[in-house]
């Protein structure tokens, strides 16, 4: 299952976005704008682009590839719906793409789900192998470096995403790299560094699935 985080008219969508949902440890917003780089180019476009060729790659191998949003001009879904969406499925796999918008630094990090006893333990260890699959294979396919500004060594341990504290398959968020930095957003904004970026991450799905 591949969520393409946010969503193109997420903006104006408030009321929508802004309700409450429930996360299993709290509530949050149903979901967010997400960011842009300088030039306008947006968070919620690279995700799905990403997304989408990521999709084409697990499916030429003779994988079901499903995609919590196929479009960028929509809002939502929310959180607590994109983790459903992987729930239903079945999943052997999820992952949630997204770009971060850091006001420092570059870089990318992996996040994994903390254990949270009656709620993610039961996924959060092959959650945080596949995220040191994402992260190896990331960090290879794409030259992009750790994180500079969060995590360690290019992870991170969330308890307060929905679309992680809900979900019953091992599952993990990228951020593929910093879209408020001119570096990093100068190669998310590249068609040939998002086929790198999808190559990658579907490298790291392999690699998991093999047990590698």
Known sequence: ?????????????????????????????????GTSASDGYTESAYNLDVAQRLAALLRAGGATAILTRTTDDGWGPCI?????????????VAISIHADG???GRGFHVIEPASIPGLTDAIAGPSARLAVDE???????????????????????????????????????????????????ALLESPAFRARAAASLSAGIQAFLSGR
């Open 135 to 185: 992260r190896d294979a990331y960090a290879q396919g794409t030259g992009v470096p750790y994180a500079t500004y969060i995590g360690h060594d290019g992870l991170d341990q969330r308890s307060d995403l929905g679309g992680l504290n809900l979900s019953k398959v091992p599952k993990v968020f990228i951020e593929c790299g910093n879209l408020r930095n001119p570096t990093d957003a």
């Open 1 to 33: 299952m591949i969520d393409p985080g946010h969503n193109g008219r997420n903006y104006a969508h408030t009321a929508e976005i802004n309700r409450l949902v429930d996360i299993g440890n709290g509530t949050k917003a149903c979901d967010t704008t």
């Open 80 to 92: 607590d719906e994109r983790a459903a969406i992987g729930n239903r499925a079945h999943a052997a």
């Open 102 to 104: 850091s006001l420092t």
